[in-house]
């Protein structure tokens, strides 16, 4: 494995240049800083999870709630959701996958 620069050689010189020869350099993973590559923080993913746990154990109990259904038992809990939102929640807590 090698490893090229492209800027500024390639502006400059119209080609790459090398930065580390063969079998100086790890694997892609080791080579690179250690960053967020982003998506929602983990207490985001946690508490979207917690809901729709929320939405199975209410399918468990009556299969047939609609999302608007959902929507005020997520108020009553004290969490203010959109009704599209309900129903991605629903989605994904559908057995099937689908409304």
Do not use: W
């Amino acid at each position: 494995m090698l490893e090229l620069i492209a800027r500024p050689f390639i502006n400059e010189r119209g080609d790459f240049a090398l930065h580390k020869a063969p079998g100086q350099c790890g694997t892609l993973a080791e080579e690179q800083p250690c960053r967020n590559t982003g998506g929602a923080p983990p207490e985001s993913r946690q508490e979207r999870a917690r809901r729709v746990d929320m939405v199975r154990e209410r399918f468990a109990a009556n299969p047939n709630q609609t999302a608007e259904d959902l929507r005020q038992y997520f108020k009553k809990a004290g969490i203010n959701v959109s009704l599209s939102a309900v129903k991605n929640y629903r989605k994904e807590a559908s057995p099937c996958g689908d409304e």
